[in-house]
Nanobody, 115 residues
Framework: QVQLVESGGGLVQPGGSLRLSCATS????????IRWYRQAPGKQRELVAS???????NYADSVKGRFTISRDNAKNTAYLEMNSLKPGDTAVYYC?????????WGQGTQVTVSS
């Protein structure tokens, strides 16, 4: 059975850093593209970052230069390193794995950036 578990969220002050993890099981992890989404109160869901099977990455303009998406195929885990966090980064962050028609989502992890 496929399982995705996000972790690493929490409360951080502006300018701080967090690393989110998306641990997976029940899939052949290395064939999946990975996307991190976020949804903040009053806003639409936003695609934050993505990484392909081959390791190519893309970022939303709002996080470019501050966030880094990565994957560790040996650990079946995806990461989102978030630096220089701003209050506007406050949201629930979701990990999404995509391979063809297969699309799996985690339950999300809350990130709150506040003084």
């Amino acid at each position: 059975q496929v399982q995705l578990v996000e972790s690493g969220g929490g409360l951080v002050q502006p300018g701080g850093s967090l690393r989110l993890s998306c641990a997976t099981s029940g899939i052949i992890f290395n064939v999946y593209a990975i996307r991190w989404y976020r949804q903040a109160p009053g806003k639409q869901r936003e695609l934050v970052a993505s990484i392909t099977m081959g390791g190519s990455t893309n970022y939303a303009d709002s996080v470019k230069g501050r966030f880094t998406i990565s994957r560790d195929n040996a650990k079946n885990t995806a990461y989102l390193e978030m630096n220089s966090l701003k209050p506007g980064d406050t949201a629930v962050y979701y990990c999404d794995l995509l391979f063809g028609s297969r699309d799996y989502w985690g339950q999300g992890t809350q990130v709150t950036v506040s003084s």
